[in-house]
């Protein structure tokens, strides 16, 4: 039997071309292009679904509060209420939410009124990912309540 061999190229001839190179890097570009743009759009979405997870716990802290006190907090003494003691409310046993502050996945503070609109006891409300009210889309207001 006769060993195989392999071609040998010139010295001159090793590694890729500089085509080659570009094209590659041009290909990779498109992708990460490509990929990176859908990935931003769902990260919106998951924040979104964050905040309204996050809003549905923060509506059954309030009505632990409101178990233990008889009433909600005050829009005065707000969300901070399911935390700290907001001073002179007997039977306080919190805290009633289990983070120290209380931000929006956008790092925006809840917005919380009491009472709420339309004769409801309160609203919490997500300002979205732009911060200002009103919006569409990932900027939309989130509302529980």
Do not use: C
């Not at 716990?57 to 509060?65: K, P």
């Amino acid at each position: 039997m006769k060993p195989l061999q392999r071609a040998v190229r010139p010295k001159s001839q090793h590694g890729f071309t500089l085509m080659e190179l570009l094209a590659v890097i041009i290909i990779i570009g498109v992708l990460a292009a490509t990929i990176g743009g859908r990935f931003l759009g769902q990260t919106e979405g998951a924040k979104a679904g964050a905040a309204k997870a996050e809003m549905g716990q923060l509506v059954q802290a309030l009505d632990l509060f409101k178990l233990e006190i008889g009433r909600h907090p005050t829009a005065q003494e707000g969300l901070e209420a399911l935390i700290k003691n907001p001073g002179g409310v007997p039977n306080w046993n919190g805290p009633y939410f289990r983070k120290d502050n209380i931000k929006d996945p956008w790092n925006n503070d809840y917005k919380y009124s009491n009472p709420g609109p339309n004769n409801t006891p309160f609203e919490v409300k997500s300002l979205g990912a732009d911060g200002r009210e009103g919006g569409e889309g990932p900027n939309a207001d989130i509302l529980k309540g």
